[in-house]
Protein backbone atom coordinates (compact mmCIF):
# COMPACT_ATOMS: atom_id res chain seq x y z
CA UNK A 1 0.00 0.00 0.00
CA UNK A 2 2.93 2.31 0.74
CA UNK A 3 4.37 1.89 -2.79
CA UNK A 4 0.96 2.52 -4.04
CA UNK A 5 0.52 5.29 -2.24
CA UNK A 6 4.31 6.95 -3.24
CA UNK A 7 3.44 6.36 -6.81
CA UNK A 8 -0.02 8.41 -6.62
CA UNK A 9 0.59 11.10 -4.16
CA UNK A 10 2.97 12.67 -6.54
CA UNK A 11 1.06 12.03 -9.59
CA UNK A 12 -2.11 13.02 -8.32
CA UNK A 13 -0.51 16.29 -7.26
CA UNK A 14 1.15 17.06 -10.33
CA UNK A 15 -2.13 15.94 -12.69
CA UNK A 16 -3.92 18.39 -10.12
CA UNK A 17 -1.89 21.30 -10.19
CA UNK A 18 -1.85 21.70 -13.98
CA UNK A 19 -5.73 21.11 -14.15
CA UNK A 20 -5.99 24.09 -11.82
CA UNK A 21 -3.44 26.03 -13.17
CA UNK A 22 -4.69 25.69 -16.65
CA UNK A 23 -7.63 27.87 -15.65
CA UNK A 24 -9.70 26.17 -18.20
CA UNK A 25 -13.12 26.55 -16.90
CA UNK A 26 -14.80 25.74 -13.55
CA UNK A 27 -15.67 22.24 -13.85
CA UNK A 28 -11.94 21.69 -14.89
CA UNK A 29 -10.76 23.81 -12.02
CA UNK A 30 -13.32 21.24 -10.24
CA UNK A 31 -12.23 18.26 -10.82
CA UNK A 32 -9.02 19.13 -10.49
CA UNK A 33 -9.12 19.62 -6.68
CA UNK A 34 -10.96 16.51 -6.44
CA UNK A 35 -7.60 15.41 -8.11
CA UNK A 36 -5.89 17.01 -4.90
CA UNK A 37 -7.59 15.57 -2.51
CA UNK A 38 -6.66 11.92 -4.16
CA UNK A 39 -3.13 13.11 -4.03
CA UNK A 40 -3.55 14.29 0.28
CA UNK A 41 -4.94 10.86 0.72
CA UNK A 42 -2.29 8.70 -0.74
CA UNK A 43 0.14 11.82 0.73
CA UNK A 44 -1.20 10.74 4.26
CA UNK A 45 -1.13 7.37 4.06
CA UNK A 46 2.94 7.28 3.01
CA UNK A 47 2.84 9.92 6.21
CA UNK A 48 1.05 6.85 8.41
CA UNK A 49 3.34 4.05 6.92
CA UNK A 50 6.19 6.11 7.31
CA UNK A 51 5.93 7.75 10.46
CA UNK A 52 5.96 11.63 9.42
CA UNK A 53 3.33 13.47 11.38
CA UNK A 54 4.31 16.80 9.71
CA UNK A 55 3.43 15.24 6.58
CA UNK A 56 0.40 13.81 7.83
CA UNK A 57 -0.73 17.03 9.54
CA UNK A 58 -0.14 19.10 6.36
CA UNK A 59 -2.12 16.76 3.50
CA UNK A 60 -4.81 16.85 6.63
CA UNK A 61 -4.91 20.66 6.41
CA UNK A 62 -4.57 20.25 2.26
CA UNK A 63 -7.29 17.75 2.33
CA UNK A 64 -9.92 20.68 4.11
CA UNK A 65 -8.21 23.13 1.60
CA UNK A 66 -8.80 20.54 -1.26
CA UNK A 67 -12.90 20.83 0.01
CA UNK A 68 -12.88 23.96 0.10
CA UNK A 69 -11.99 24.38 -3.51
CA UNK A 70 -14.15 21.54 -4.86
CA UNK A 71 -17.31 23.22 -3.60
CA UNK A 72 -16.55 26.83 -5.33
CA UNK A 73 -15.57 25.41 -8.82
CA UNK A 74 -18.00 22.27 -8.63
CA UNK A 75 -20.69 23.75 -6.94
CA UNK A 76 -20.70 27.58 -6.86
CA UNK A 77 -19.14 28.43 -10.09
CA UNK A 78 -20.15 26.08 -11.76
CA UNK A 79 -23.61 27.04 -11.36
CA UNK A 80 -22.73 30.45 -11.97
CA UNK A 81 -21.39 29.49 -14.92
CA UNK A 82 -24.35 27.58 -16.47
CA UNK A 83 -26.63 30.28 -15.13
CA UNK A 84 -24.35 32.24 -17.33
CA UNK A 85 -24.64 30.17 -20.18
CA UNK A 86 -28.44 29.44 -19.95
CA UNK A 87 -28.82 33.22 -20.35
CA UNK A 88 -27.02 33.64 -23.26
CA UNK A 89 -29.19 30.33 -24.67
CA UNK A 90 -32.57 32.00 -23.97
CA UNK A 91 -31.73 35.03 -24.84
CA UNK A 92 -30.76 33.86 -28.35
CA UNK A 93 -33.93 32.03 -29.10
CA UNK A 94 -36.03 34.79 -27.93
CA UNK A 95 -37.21 38.08 -29.81
CA UNK A 96 -34.57 40.49 -27.34
CA UNK A 97 -30.95 40.94 -27.66
CA UNK A 98 -28.17 38.25 -27.29
CA UNK A 99 -26.89 38.47 -23.85
CA UNK A 100 -23.27 37.49 -23.49
CA UNK A 101 -21.75 36.45 -19.97
CA UNK A 102 -18.58 38.92 -18.76
CA UNK A 103 -17.53 36.21 -16.81
CA UNK A 104 -16.63 34.05 -19.83
CA UNK A 105 -14.84 36.66 -21.80
CA UNK A 106 -11.88 36.78 -20.61
CA UNK A 107 -10.07 33.61 -21.85
CA UNK A 108 -12.77 33.26 -24.38
CA UNK A 109 -10.66 32.06 -27.82
CA UNK A 110 -11.10 34.91 -30.46
CA UNK A 111 -12.47 33.87 -33.88
CA UNK A 112 -11.07 35.75 -36.86
CA UNK A 113 -12.54 36.06 -40.31
CA UNK A 114 -11.06 32.85 -41.38
CA UNK A 115 -13.37 30.57 -38.75
CA UNK A 116 -10.39 29.83 -36.69
CA UNK A 117 -8.55 30.87 -33.18
CA UNK A 118 -6.70 33.88 -34.17
CA UNK A 119 -5.82 34.84 -30.46
CA UNK A 120 -6.89 34.95 -26.68
CA UNK A 121 -9.07 37.73 -25.14
CA UNK A 122 -7.04 39.21 -21.99
CA UNK A 123 -9.66 41.15 -20.47
CA UNK A 124 -12.36 44.37 -21.08
CA UNK A 125 -11.59 47.49 -19.75
CA UNK A 126 -15.00 48.96 -19.40
CA UNK A 127 -15.56 53.10 -18.76
CA UNK A 128 -17.02 54.21 -15.44
CA UNK A 129 -19.61 56.74 -17.11
CA UNK A 130 -21.52 54.30 -18.93
CA UNK A 131 -20.41 50.36 -18.16
CA UNK A 132 -19.84 50.45 -21.67
CA UNK A 133 -16.56 48.75 -23.14
CA UNK A 134 -14.38 50.86 -24.12
CA UNK A 135 -11.54 48.03 -25.61
CA UNK A 136 -10.84 45.00 -25.44
CA UNK A 137 -7.49 43.31 -25.03
CA UNK A 138 -6.12 40.26 -27.13
CA UNK A 139 -3.29 38.29 -27.18
CA UNK A 140 -1.94 36.56 -29.79
CA UNK A 141 1.44 34.49 -30.31
CA UNK A 142 3.76 32.88 -28.11
CA UNK A 143 3.25 29.80 -25.65
CA UNK A 144 2.09 30.16 -22.65
CA UNK A 145 2.26 34.02 -22.34
CA UNK A 146 5.46 33.88 -23.15
CA UNK A 147 6.08 35.85 -26.39
CA UNK A 148 2.45 36.41 -26.64
CA UNK A 149 1.77 40.16 -28.37
CA UNK A 150 -0.88 41.78 -26.69
CA UNK A 151 -3.49 44.34 -28.66
CA UNK A 152 -6.44 46.80 -28.49
CA UNK A 153 -9.66 45.99 -30.32
CA UNK A 154 -12.54 48.24 -30.13
CA UNK A 155 -15.72 46.81 -29.25
CA UNK A 156 -17.38 47.37 -32.68
CA UNK A 157 -14.76 45.11 -33.74
CA UNK A 158 -16.53 42.30 -32.41
CA UNK A 159 -19.15 39.99 -32.43
CA UNK A 160 -20.64 38.02 -29.51
CA UNK A 161 -22.49 35.45 -29.54
CA UNK A 162 -23.60 32.10 -27.91
CA UNK A 163 -20.59 30.50 -29.86
CA UNK A 164 -18.35 33.27 -28.29
CA UNK A 165 -16.18 36.00 -29.53
CA UNK A 166 -15.28 37.14 -33.31
CA UNK A 167 -14.14 39.45 -35.15
CA UNK A 168 -13.54 40.35 -38.87
CA UNK A 169 -9.76 40.87 -38.64
CA UNK A 170 -7.20 37.83 -40.26
CA UNK A 171 -4.49 36.67 -37.88
CA UNK A 172 -1.65 38.68 -40.12
CA UNK A 173 -4.36 41.98 -39.89
CA UNK A 174 -4.76 41.09 -36.15
CA UNK A 175 -0.48 40.49 -35.79
CA UNK A 176 -0.45 44.12 -37.69
CA UNK A 177 -1.93 45.92 -35.32
CA UNK A 178 -0.31 48.25 -32.77
CA UNK A 179 1.20 46.24 -30.00
CA UNK A 180 0.12 47.44 -26.28
CA UNK A 181 2.38 46.55 -23.32
CA UNK A 182 1.70 44.08 -20.79
CA UNK A 183 2.13 46.27 -17.91
CA UNK A 184 1.00 50.11 -19.42
CA UNK A 185 -2.97 49.62 -21.12
CA UNK A 186 -3.88 52.84 -22.62
CA UNK A 187 -6.48 55.03 -21.13
CA UNK A 188 -8.02 55.57 -24.16
CA UNK A 189 -7.54 53.82 -28.00
CA UNK A 190 -7.09 56.63 -31.04
CA UNK A 191 -10.07 57.74 -32.59
CA UNK A 192 -8.55 56.19 -35.97
CA UNK A 193 -7.26 53.00 -34.99
CA UNK A 194 -9.07 50.12 -36.35
CA UNK A 195 -10.86 51.78 -38.85
Not at 46 to 59: D, I, S, Y
Not at 147 to 169: T, W
Request: proline content about 4%; glycine content about 12%; hydrophobic content about 50%.
Amino acid sequence: MEQAAGWIAPAATMIAAMMTAANLGARVTGWGFVIFTVGSAAWSTVAVTTGQPNLLLTNGFLTLVNFVGIWRWLGRQARYQDGGQAATARSAAACVPTLYAAGSLAGARLIGSEGVAIGIVVEAMLRCSDTGIAYIVVSEGGVGGVGERLHALRPEELHLSEKGVACRLSAGELERRPLIEADAWPAALPETEGK
